[in-house]
């Protein structure tokens, strides 16, 4: 592995995530990416399908800085139902594996009133670093 995730001792290992990454290179700041496509169109208002999305963006806009899902650091997510993104989960994994691999980096999950864009129901940000 190219980072370091960080589990004190004794702790639980957290499911999906990562309690802590140490990483040493260049950072890549990915901005908050929603569920829509490359002409700024959404294709579905279903919570997954807009994660789906989200996901492949950020994959996208890791591999303009020559990185992958592989360097990611931290991501967080602002969702507009927390209860459906709990509700979901066994549906979101896979979703998200398929997007970002076996890749976990230190999460933070938040509910939002609204976000930007209206029919958005999910915006995921991230940082990755590259290896030096």
Not at 13 to 24: C, L, T
Not at 41 to 59: H, K, P, V, Y
Not at 92 to 112: E, K
């Amino acid at each position: 592995m190219m980072n370091k995730l960080l589990q004190p001792p004794g702790w639980l290992p957290p499911k999906g995530y990562a309690n802590g990454v140490a990483a040493r290179g260049t950072m890549v700041f990915v901005g908050g990416q929603i569920g829509w496509n490359a002409q700024q169109q959404f294709e579905s208002d279903d919570f997954i399908a807009q994660c789906g999305l989200a996901l492949r963006n950020i994959a996208e806009v890791l591999r303009e800085a020559g990185a992958g899902p592989e360097h990611m650091v931290r991501m967080t997510w602002y969702v507009t139902d927390r209860d459906e993104y709990s509700r979901r989960l066994g549906e979101l994994g896979p979703v998200y594996r398929d997007a970002m691999g076996r890749n976990f980096p230190a999460m933070t999950c938040v509910q939002v009133a609204a976000l930007v864009e209206h029919r958005a129901k999910v915006e995921i940000e991230v940082t990755a670093v590259i290896p030096d």
